[in-house]
């Protein structure tokens, strides 16, 4: 139907509210019951791709947060190797690190669920050294033995991506999540199995990293190409 064919039913409904007095928020519960009556459902939007530092950023970022300190460039290191959200990073305990199976225990997921998520040996062996014998506390603690706030971390990312010189986009934690599930798509990942270490209840929410490392995947390919002509 064209956008002059509902003239009439908009002139009759705008009619019949006008005569009854109805509100604005009465309107939205009509139109709500009259969606649920005829069934209908928002169409699915293709979530297109993700905004995320490429390799040469993600590793000036990485260098970056070692340069300021040892201690940062770790926790910036676990923080995007681990994919984890920012509220799930400062949940971390010493305990949920199993360093026999490389794993990292996330207890704290959103929707408070638990999921394991696997970790390379060169940052077990970092945590390791850097966690010594102690079992318990918060991986990473401030100067006063606290646990870090979500809003100090997103602070740190930041300022770690103004002094590596990052100005494409707004580095966050989240930005990192994304990198690094693009980057593990883009070197074969399943999407099933990059689902469970994202910790996403649907799949379409995980496609968009697999649509984001095509498209990169792309742009690598004809850059070989044109260098191959040259």
Do not use: C
Not at 168 to 186: D, N, Q
Not at 187 to 203: E, I, T, W
């Amino acid at each position: 139907m064209e956008s002059s064919d509902f003239k009439p039913i908009i002139n009759l409904l705008a009619k019949k509210f006008a005569k009854q007095n109805v509100s604005y928020s009465q309107s939205q519960y009509i139109f709500k019951e009259v969606r649920k009556k005829l069934e209908l459902k928002p169409e699915k939007k293709n979530k297109g791709t993700v905004k995320r530092l490429s390799r040469k950023e993600h590793q000036d970022f990485i260098n970056a947060a070692y340069e300021k300190s040892s201690k940062v460039g770790l926790m910036m290191q676990t923080l995007f190797e681990t994919a984890a959200r920012v509220d799930e990073f400062t949940s971390l305990n010493a305990d949920d690190v199993y360093f026999n199976e490389l794993r990292i225990v996330v207890r704290s997921g959103k929707g408070s669920k638990r999921r394991e998520v696997p970790i390379e040996e060169n940052l077990g062996r970092l945590l390791s050294t850097h966690l010594k014998d102690r079992k318990s506390g918060p991986i990473f603690r401030t100067r006063r033995n606290e646990r870090y706030t979500n809003r100090r971390i997103q602070q740190i990312v930041k300022e770690i991506a103004s002094n590596a010189q990052i100005y494409s986009l707004e580095v966050t934690p989240h930005t990192l999540r994304h990198t690094r599930a693009t980057f593990l798509a883009e070197d074969g990942m399943a999407k099933d199995y990059l689902q469970v270490f994202l910790g996403h209840d649907q799949p379409d929410t995980t496609q968009i990293y697999t649509n984001t490392a095509a498209i990169d995947t792309q742009k690598a390919f004809y850059d070989a190409v044109a260098n191959s002509q040259r």
